[in-house]
């Protein structure tokens, strides 16, 4: 059964997607896959595709690296989807905070070099920022968004800053924020009865004020870059709506350092416009989960390796 575009959403992942050997067979099975990887490293200036696919993790893991890679990965993955489309373009895209940088590319609002230089300045900034501010993330399961919300506040009027960094469904929020705030945070939830509350392995405090610096030198990064109108909308992840221009878009992504990211309000908006089939374009599964834990009736695929792209096909009615 064939899907109308309308009803289709392609999603791009976020840092905490990368793994050891990532991107490696859908380069060696797709030569559009294989010419990313490779324009990647002469861009970068370094074996960028080295570390992806032998490591080691303590080296993937370095935001340094992290971003580009799972940036690069989703590139890729994309360019083989689009391989097989034609002219065919799905309803909105969107991606999970690094991941609405790849939304760029896939809507034609950034080339691919552009934005991957983008992307290198992003990651430098925000780890520069994180050694400036130190801070911690932490993720918080099993309490509403509501109650969140009045516990980062009490905490950081009496103890330490701390604020919500991504609601990325019903009962998975993360905070973000100083490391008093953030363990503060972890017990309290642990106090009012979350299923679980761990502090993260994440050298920067993400989607806080503590990226402040970060985001004014991506800010004017981003103004150089010359954004375009996208051709199909993006939705972003400060706005957590559809945006259909270059200023609008440019707008969300220099407020997206210290902004949270409002994942569940950008998939509702897109099931409200009439979407209910959900694409993932790169490492991992975890924008697929994430959307069944907002709408379990949503249809989902990835496509990270060789193997997936008959199953995207097919979903989409391609096949």
């Known amino acids: 059964m064939s899907v109308s575009p309308q009803e289709v959403a392609v999603l791009f992942p976020g840092q905490g997607s990368q793994y050891v050997g990532m991107g490696r067979d859908l380069a060696a099975a797709f030569p559009e896959a294989r010419a990313v990887f490779e324009q990647a490293d002469e861009v970068l200036g370094y074996p960028l595709t080295r570390i ?29 989807l689009k391989a097989h489309l034609g002219d065919w373009t799905p309803r909105f895209a969107a991606g999970h905070s690094l991941g609405e940088l790849t939304t760029l590319v896939a809507t034609e609002a950034l080339d691919f070099i552009t934005a991957l230089r983008l992307v290198q300045k992003r990651a430098q900034v925000m780890a520069e920022a994180g050694q400036r501010n130190p801070g911690r993330m932490a993720a918080l399961l099993g309490l509403s968004i509501e109650k969140v919300e009045g516990l980062v506040q009490s905490i950081s009027e009496r103890i330490g800053f701390v604020q919500v960094a991504n609601d990325n469904c019903p009962g998975q929020v993360v905070v973000s924020g100083t490391t008093e705030g953030v363990e503060a945070a972890v017990a309290q939830a642990r106090a009012l009865g979350a299923r679980r509350a ?50 609008a878009l440019f707008a969300d992504l220099s407020a997206q350092l210290t902004g949270p990211v409002r994942w569940r309000e950008s998939v509702e908006h897109m099931l409200e416009a009439g979407v209910h089939t959900f694409v993932e374009l790169g490492p991992g599964q975890v924008l697929s989960n994430l959307v069944k834990r907002i709408r379990r009736d949503t249809r989902r695929v990835n496509l990270d390796a060789p193997g997936d792209l008959d199953a995207v096909l097919g979903l989409l009615g391609l096949g």
């Not at 993937?60 to 799972?70: C, G, K, M, R, S």
């Not at 392995?201 to 990064?221: G, T």
């Open 198 to 247: 761990i502090v993260l392995k994440v050298s920067v405090a993400a989607h806080s004020i503590l990226m402040a610096p970060a985001q004014e030198a991506f800010r004017l990064a981003l103004a150089q870059a010359r954004l375009r109108s996208p051709r199909y909308p993006v939705v972003g992840n400060v706005a957590a709506r559809a945006l259909q221009a270059a200023d």
């Open 52 to 80: 992806m696919w032998e490591g080691p993790e303590e080296a993937l893991n370095q935001t340094e690296h992290t971003q580009p890679a799972v940036f690069v990965h989703a590139v890729a993955a994309w360019r083989v």
